[in-house]
């Protein structure tokens, strides 16, 4: 396994700073236990009066369902560590939890829904919309494009690969339209989208501000839908997440263009813009830059932190299923931030290197990532080829700083 391989190397090991109690997202108390009802209603509860010692002899944190461990486990420096014994079974879960409800989740351009599961844990349904060997057209402008669930799917395992650890964890599923959202939902809205097309197939559309109507509906066959289910974050009322505007977002207008295009010397007024002026967060930035390149995504026009954390802390990279439209072309401009800045961090220099090299090669290392997925093969063939090219060219914008 090359993917064993690689996270055994040592640049795959470099201790994160050690996490002390402010650094947690959540301050616990390690004794609060998580049992079913007796009733069997299938629901969590917490009980602050639990025993001090469970009869099993496991620690109250063994109750727990695997969703909140992952919570509980978030800190300043990662969302979830380099060997997380929980992976696989987070990965299994959103796979095969059964669906108890399906709401469509509000606000974006596009259909999404919220699906909740017996122990509480929530996820994150994107639709399939497109096959994979479909390519974006190439006179659609990025806002326009669709959002691939295997883009999703996709996104996760590289941004994993990349040891940037900061997309929540992706599975693929095949849902069943009818038994798992059409018979189980409480949205009004929804309900009213459902029909039968032509060809004997349930599809729905939902409501939002692009692709909501009969003419972009989704259709099962003739109820199998595939989705991308996506491992939410912890609630913003528990854990407040802030917005930031990217200094490098696109113009979002057919012909206007955004100052960062017509500025070469954009990044020097950028460096002395909070909280660009200070810290790390610049780096962390073109890291982004990095993982959007690699899949082509255009469309980060914001990113998030949690809030409790600072300035001192990682970008999430939420929102990935604008990537992975195209393999034949490669749009340097995403590159933007690298090469007005000329900064990236050592450590990420380092590893794309080591992902250059034949024992390691990006395209073999997710293929292998993407093969136990259970929608697999995610992406088409071609893709993963680009993702090699693509990173040779990563490497020589890097080479071009270090000459000037």
């Known amino acids: 396994s090359k993917l064993a391989a690689l996270f055994e190397h040592p640049l795959y090991n470099i201790p994160i700073s050690e996490v002390t109690e402010k650094d947690k997202l959540f301050v616990i108390n390690p004794m609060e236990k998580f049992s079913l009802h007796s009733s069997g209603s299938d629901e969590w509860v917490s009980s602050s009066k639990a025993e001090t010692l469970l009869p099993t002899g496991k620690t109250a944190y063994d109750t727990y369902p695997t969703w909140l461990k992952f919570h509980v486990g978030i800190n300043r420096y990662e969302l979830y560590p380099r060997r997380d014994p929980l992976l696989p079974t987070l990965l299994q879960d959103l796979a095969t939890q059964r669906i108890i409800s399906s709401v469509q989740k509000s606000g974006g351009t596009q259909l999404k829904l919220i699906m909740t599961f017996p122990n509480y844990g929530q996820a994150l349904f994107k639709p399939m919309k497109q096959t994979r ?4 057209p190439i006179d659609f402008f990025y806002f326009s494009d669709f959002e691939r669930h ?22 693929g ?10 018979d189980i939902t409480t949205d009004k809205k929804l309900a009213k989208t459902f029909f039968i097309s032509p060809a004997g197939n349930i599809c729905f559309y939902g409501e939002c501000s692009y692709y909501c109507s009969t003419e972009h509906a989704l259709c099962g066959k003739p109820d199998q839908l595939e989705g991308s289910m996506a491992a939410l974050l912890p609630d913003k009322t528990l854990a407040k997440r802030r917005s930031w505007r990217s200094p490098w977002r696109r113009s979002y207008h057919k012909s206007k263009k955004a100052e960062w295009e017509l500025n070469p010397n954009y990044c020097t007024r950028v460096r002395e813009t909070p909280p660009y002026d200070r810290g790390h967060r610049l780096l962390d930035l073109i890291d982004m830059t990095v993982l959007d390149f690699l899949m082509g ?3 980060r026009h914001h990113y998030e932190t949690f809030e409790k954390f600072g300035n001192d802390t990682f970008l999430l990279h939420l929102d990935n299923g604008r990537g992975f439209g195209t393999h034949s072309r490669d749009e340097l401009s995403i590159l933007a931030p690298l090469q007005q800045c000329c900064s990236i961090k050592k450590s990420t220099y380092l590893r794309l290197q ?25 992406l088409a063939e071609p893709h993963l080829q680009a993702l090699d090219r693509r990173l040779g060219k990563v490497l020589v914008e890097v080479g071009h700083c270090l000459a000037r």
């Open 297 to 299: 995504n255009m469309d």
């Open 150 to 171: 295997n883009a999703e799917i996709a996104a996760f395992h590289l941004d994993r690969i990349l040891d940037f650890r900061r997309i929540p964890p992706v599975s």
């Open 133 to 136: 060997d479909q390519e974006t």
């Open 354 to 378: 080591l992902l250059a090299t034949q024992p390691y090669r990006l395209s073999d290392l997710l293929r292998e990532a993407l093969a136990a997925d259970p929608l697999a093969p995610i």
């Open 173 to 182: 599923r095949l849902v069943n339209i009818t038994k798992e959202i059409r």
